[in-house]
C-alpha cells in the first residue's frame, strides 16, 4: 500500500548538507484510456497549478503538497506515477490488470517499503519506493522530470510476463535491510545480466548496489536454462488445442497482442512448472546472507578490474604523452618559438598557454636526459620576458623559476 506522505520541514538537513527548500515533483500518465473531462475536472479542483491533459497530471511542490491520495487516483485514473523528492525520496507505480499475475507470483518479491503492493477491483498496483537515498547531489540537482519517460516502459514489460523488474525492487529491499538474511531469494528471473533500457532506469532510481546486482545476475543464466530451451516450447505448441489457438488469434486480430503474450506465457509457465519435479522450483535459489557474501566478492572483483583499467589507462596516457614529447624533443627551437610567441601576446590566456608550453618542454628535456640544457633554454627565455610580472609568478609557482 502507499503510505501517506509525511510532512516534511521547509529546510531539510542531511550530513551537513542543507536543502534551502523542500521539493515534491509528481507526474502520472494514463495509459489503457485517456482521462474524460469529468476526471480532468474533478482533478483540477485538487489543483489549480497542475498541467493536466487527457493523459497526465504533472505538478511540483515547494511549499505545499499534493491534495489527494496518489495510491486512490491510481486506482481510479491513471496507470502510471513517478514521485521525487528533495529528501532523497522517490516511488515508481504501475498499473496493471489483474490477470497479468496471481497473488501468488506477486507475493514473493513484496518487502515492507521496497516493493509493495495495492490493488483495485480491475488492477494490481506495483509500487517500488527508495525511503532515503544516499546520492545527495542527485537529488539536489534532478527535479524528477524525464524519470517517467526513463520507467514506464516497464509496465510492458511486466504485460509480457517479464518478472525482472519484480526482482529488482526484492533487490532494492535487500539494499535497504528490509529483508532477513535467512530469508530465500523469491523466483530469480533470467535476463539479469541483460537488464533492458527501463531496468538499467529502475536500478539507478531505485539506487540498488551494483555488486548486489551483479552477485544476483550470477544465477540468472541457470533461471534462463531452467526456463526450457526451443524444443521444450515447440513441444508445447504442437499440442496447443485448436481452440486456444485460434483464440490467440483472434485476440491478435483485435488488437490485443500484449494480452495474448501474456496468456500464452502463462499458460507456457504452468505448463513447464506441472512438468518438472517439486524440487526443482527451488534449485539455485539463494538466502539474502549467501546474496550479500557472493555481493562482496562481486565488490572485490569489480574494484581489482578497475585497478587495472585505471592501470591501463594510466599506462596509455603516459605512452600518448611521451609520443607527444618526442615530437617536442625532434625540434626544441621550433618550440621554444612557440612559447615566445604565447608570452608575447601579453594576455593571462597567453600567460597560461606559456606556462603549459614550457612544463612540456621541461619533461621533454628530462625525458632526454639533458636537464642542463633546459635551465639553460629557460634563462635565454627569461631573459627577453623577465619583466612580464603576470608570466614570472606563474613560473615561479611552478617552480619552473625562481627569482634572483
Given at each position: 500500500m502507499f503510505r501517506e506522505l509525511a510532512s516534511v520541514p521547509a529546510l531539510v538537513k542531511r550530513e551537513g548538507t542543507v536543502l534551502v527548500s523542500e521539493y515534491q515533483y509528481y507526474e502520472f500518465i494514463a495509459i489503457d484510456r485517456p482521462l474524460t473531462p469529468t476526471q480532468m475536472a474533478e482533478l483540477r479542483a485538487r489543483s489549480s497549478r497542475a498541467t493536466i491533459t487527457p493523459t497526465s497530471f504533472i505538478n511540483e511542490y515547494h511549499w505545499g503538497d499534493l491534495k489527494g491520495d496518489p495510491a486512490a487516483w491510481m486506482r481510479r485514473y491513471f496507470d502510471a506515477f513517478v514521485y521525487v523528492a528533495n529528501w532523497c525520496s522517490c516511488r515508481l507505480a504501475l498499473r496493471v490488470p489483474l490477470d497479468t499475475f496471481d497473488r501468488g507470483t506477486l507475493q514473493p518479491y513484496a518487502s515492507e517499503y521496497a516493493l509493495t503492493l495495492d490493488a483495485s477491483p480491475s488492477h494490481w498496483i506495483i509500487n517500488w519506493e527508495l525511503s532515503e537515498g544516499e546520492n545527495y547531489d542527485r537529488f539536489g540537482m534532478e527535479d524528477g522530470r524525464g524519470w517517467m519517460g526513463r520507467l514506464a516502459p516497464l509496465r510492458d514489460e511486466l504485460l509480457r510476463g517479464d518478472l525482472r523488474p519484480l526482482y529488482l525492487g526484492w533487490l532494492a529491499g535487500v539494499?535497504?535491510?528490509?529483508i532477513p538474511d535467512d530469508e530465500t531469494e523469491p523466483l530469480l528471473p533470467p535476463g539479469l545480466s541483460s537488464l533492458t533500457a527501463a531496468q538499467t532506469a529502475l536500478v539507478e532510481f531505485l539506487e540498488i548496489d551494483p555488486d548486489l546486482l551483479a552477485a544476483a545476475a550470477a544465477g540468472s543464466d541457470l533461471a534462463r536454462d531452467q526456463e526450457g530451451d526451443g524444443n521444450t516450447a515447440r513441444e508445447w505448441i504442437a499440442a496447443l488445442p485448436e481452440g486456444e489457438c485460434r483464440a490467440t488469434l483472434r485476440l491478435l486480430l483485435e488488437g490485443r497482442a500484449r494480452e495474448a503474450e501474456r496468456t500464452l506465457k502463462t499458460r507456457f509457465l504452468a505448463w513447464q512448472r506441472e512438468r518438472s519435479p517439486p524440487q526443482t522450483a527451488v534449485v539455485g535459489r539463494r538466502t539474502v546472507a549467501e546474496l550479500?557474501?557472493?555481493?562482496?566478492?562481486?565488490?572485490?572483483?569489480?574494484?581489482?578490474?578497475?585497478?587495472?583499467?585505471?592501470?591501463?589507462?594510466?599506462?596509455?596516457?603516459?605512452?600518448?604523452?611521451?609520443?607527444y614529447l618526442a615530437t617536442l624533443a625532434a625540434d626544441f627551437d621550433r618550440a621554444w618559438a612557440a612559447a615566445h610567441e604565447m608570452a608575447e601576446r601579453g594576455t593571462a590566456s597567453g600567460y597560461d598557454e606559456t606556462l603549459r608550453a614550457i612544463v612540456d618542454l621541461g619533461e621533454a628535456y628530462a625525458l632526454r636526459k639533458e636537464g642542463e640544457a633546459f635551465e639553460q633554454a629557460l634563462r635565454r627565455f627569461m631573459i627577453r620576458h623577465g619583466k612580464r610580472g603576470a608570466l614570472v609568478r606563474r613560473l615561479t609557482g611552478a617552480k619552473l623559476w625562481r627569482k634572483a
Open positions: 539494499a535497504a535491510g528490509e550479500r557474501t557472493l555481493a562482496e566478492d562481486a565488490g572485490r572483483i569489480r574494484r581489482e578490474r578497475e585497478a587495472k583499467a585505471r592501470a591501463q589507462a594510466k599506462a596509455r596516457q603516459r605512452q600518448q604523452r611521451e609520443a
